[in-house]
Structure formats: C-alpha cells, structure tokens
C-alpha cells in the first residue's frame, strides 16, 4: 500500500502538470508554448540526432566537473572550518556574504580569469555549489558529538584520521543535504555559464533557439533538463531521508 501511494502521488503530479502545461497551450498558441505532445515528439527526434550529442556531452561533461569539484573541494573545506573553531567563525559571515552575492554580477570576471569555453563553464557551475556544501558541512562537523572526538583523541587519531574516520561519519546526513542543494545550485550556474558565454551545450541550443524564437526547441531543451533535475533530485533526496533516518535511529539507541 506504501508502495503504491508512493508511486500514485509523483504519477498524478506529471498528470497534473502536463494538464496545465496543454491550458497554458491553449489559451497562449503554439507562437508562445507548444502543446505537450509535439514537444515530447520532438525532444525524442532530437536526441536522436547526430549534431545532438556532441551539445549534450559538453553539458554533462561541464556539470560533472564542476559537480565535483563542488563536493569534494565544499566537504574538504568544511570538515576543516568546522573542526578549526576560529577558522569557521572568522569564514562563516564570509561565506554568507558571498553566497547572497548574485553570482551572475562575478561571470565577467570568470571569463576573464578562464577565457571563452569549458574552464569557465566548470569554474561558474562550481563557484554556485560549493559555498552551500561548505556552509552544510562545516554546520554538520560543529554538531558532531563531543564524546566521538574525546574517544578519537584517546585513540591519538591524527588530524587527518580524525576527520575521515570521525567528523564525515558521524555528520554524514547533514552532509549529504548540503550536497543536494549543491547538486542543484551548481546545476544552474552551468546551464548560465552556457548561455551567456557559450559556443556548445544545451545552454548554447537553448539562447540560439531563443534567438531564432523556436519555441518548440527551448520547450524541448527546458523538458530535458527538468526531468534530469527532477529525478536526480527525487533519488538524491530519497537517500537524503534514508540517512536521516537512520542516524535518528541511531540516536535513539535503535528504539
């Protein structure tokens, strides 16, 4: 029964916006939205075709570095503020300060430090998610359980060990929360860095579609990326919940 509530409730909310995707249809025209089917029926051809792919790589390629580079570098730089007490109280005004800042006013000064292409792309895409990871992580690290650090000393635990072995573990799902939002954030500073300064990638299609005023194209490249987004999210956030719950479980003794 769990299962099948769990299946019904995402299923009728693609009814649902599939519905009033075909309303805004009607009542705008084909000159402003085209209908769902068609869309759907070009985005497939689309994929399909040769001259397709090699925009599609550039995208993931692009948000996979940056992705990475968002994670690894926002945990590392975290576990550091938030094991160094000064450290993060010094950085953490910092940090907010800068993640309030629209990032879109610092791309000319991307471009200018990594030039027209890939660099920018994965610099821009990274520059989004990496202050949410750091700011989540260096939360999480601050929360963790005195006494696991106290049993760490006694093992004498390097630095090093201590946050490896200790502070990731036990701060795991607030973590990984800050890395969901990451997966997002950094997700649409590379679809910016595409369309503004770009010569491939989705983001390229979509400003060249823009400017052509093809709809059914920029419909189509905006589904695309939507159900990307979407399912990543879902399954990201599935597991965001699996780690919450067992760590309340963990703290409740297993009761």
């Known amino acids: 029964m769990i299962a099948l509530r769990a299946v019904r409730d995402p299923v009728l909310v693609v009814v649902a916006l599939i519905a009033l995707w075909q309303v805004l249809h009607q009542i705008a025209g ?3 939205v085209t209908a769902p089917a068609p869309t759907l029926a070009y985005l497939w051809e689309m994929i399909g075709q040769a001259r397709f792919v090699p925009h599609l790589r550039e995208t993931a390629v692009a948000f996979a570095q940056a992705l990475a580079i968002a994670c690894a570098g926002g945990v590392l730089i975290g576990v550091v503020l938030g094991g160094h007490r000064l450290s993060g109280e010094v950085a953490e005004p910092i940090l907010v300060g800068l993640y309030s800042i629209p990032k879109i006013t610092l791309y000319p000064v991307i471009l200018l430090l990594f030039g027209l292409g890939m660099s920018a792309k994965v610099a821009f895409g990274a520059l989004h998610g990496i202050i949410p990871v750091v700011l989540f992580t260096m939360n999480a690290v601050r929360n963790v359980n005195r006494t696991y650090l106290r049993t760490g000393r006694a093992m004498r635990l390097t630095p090093a060990q201590t946050g490896w072995h200790i502070l990731v573990p036990a701060a795991l799902p607030e973590i990984f929360s800050g890395l969901r939002i990451g997966f997002s954030l ?10 503004f300064a770009s010569q491939r990638g989705l983001g390229f299609l979509l400003m060249t579609a823009i400017d052509l005023n093809d709809v059914k194209t920029i419909l189509a490249i905006a589904v695309l990326i939507s159900i990307f987004a979407v399912v990543c ?23």
């Open 30 to 32: 084909d000159a402003a």
């Open 186 to 195: 950094t997700l649409l500073g590379t679809m910016l860095g595409e369309l």
């Open 233 to 255: 999210n879902a399954l990201l956030l599935a597991i965001d919940k699996h780690l919450h719950r067992g760590s309340a479980i963990e703290r409740s003794g297993g009761r």
